[in-house]
C-alpha cells in the first residue's frame, strides 16, 4: 500500500514537472510571438475555461461572475493534510500584501473531492484562511470539467481501511487568470506570496 502511495505521488510530481515545462515553453511562444507583432487570440497553454460550480455560500457560479477581477486558482480538498494548506495560506498572505490594491483579486479554492468536500464543509475551511477566498464544488462531472479545462491532474489514493478517509493526489499549481479570463501565468509550489504579489502588478502595468 504504502509502495503504491508513493508510486502515485512520483506519478503526479512527474506529471506536475511536465505540465509546468509546457506551460513554461507555451508562455515563453506566446511573448515572443507578441514581441513579433504577431497576434494569436488563443491564451498560452490553453488554461481555463468556463465552469459552473456550487460556492461555499451555496450560490450557483460561473466564470463569467468573476469577469473584470484576476483569479487566483487553486485546486485542492479540505482533507489534504500539507500542500492545501499551506499553498491557501500563501494565497492568503499574498491577499493581505496587497491590501486595497487586491480588490480586483479572487482567490478560487476549487476542491478535486467533491465527495466529501460539500459546500459547509468548504465554507468552513476557507474561513481558517483569507476572508475573500470562494470555495467551490460541484458534481464529480463538474469537477473533471473545470480540472481538465486547468489541466489538473488528480486522483484518488487506493487501498486505505477506512474508506472515508482516503487520500487524494493532485496536481499542486496555483492559476493566475487575468480580468479577461485568459491565462497569465503559473505558480509552482513553493512560491512565495510576494512573487504572486509582484506577478499580478507586472501584469497591471503590462496592461495600461
Not at 488528480?154 to 472515508?164: F, L, N, V
Not at 493526489?169 to 512565495?192: E, I, N, Q, R, W
Not at 512573487?195 to 495600461?208: D, F, L, P, S, T
Amino acid at each position: 500500500m504504502k509502495r503504491e502511495r508513493l508510486i502515485r505521488m512520483a506519478l503526479a510530481a512527474l506529471i506536475g514537472l511536465i505540465m509546468a515545462a509546457v506551460i513554461a515553453w507555451m508562455t515563453v511562444r506566446h511573448d515572443q510571438r507578441q514581441a513579433g507583432g504577431v497576434s494569436t487570440s488563443v491564451a498560452p497553454a490553453s488554461i481555463g475555461g468556463p465552469f459552473t460550480l456550487t460556492a461555499h455560500d451555496g450560490r450557483i457560479v460561473s466564470d463569467t461572475d468573476f469577469q473584470g477581477r484576476y483569479r487566483l486558482v487553486f485546486f485542492g480538498y479540505t482533507f489534504c493534510p500539507d500542500i492545501c494548506p499551506t499553498e491557501l495560506q500563501t494565497i492568503a498572505q499574498a491577499m493581505d500584501m496587497m491590501g486595497d490594491s487586491g480588490a480586483d483579486v479572487q482567490p478560487l479554492f476549487i476542491t478535486i473531492d467533491p465527495a466529501r468536500d460539500t459546500a459547509t464543509v468548504l465554507a468552513e475551511y476557507v474561513a481558517l484562511f483569507h476572508p475573500s477566498i470562494i470555495g467551490l464544488t460541484g458534481t464529480e462531472a463538474q469537477i473533471a470539467a473545470v480540472a481538465k479545462e486547468y489541466r489538473v491532474y488528480y486522483a484518488r489514493s487506493q487501498g486505505e481501511p477506512d474508506p472515508t478517509q482516503y487520500l487524494m493526489d493532485h496536481s499542486t499549481f496555483s492559476y493566475l487568470m487575468a480580468p479577461d479570463g485568459s491565462f497569465v501565468t503559473v505558480f509552482a509550489k513553493g512560491t512565495t506570496p510576494e512573487q504572486m504579489v509582484e506577478a499580478i502588478a507586472a501584469h497591471r502595468a503590462k496592461m495600461r
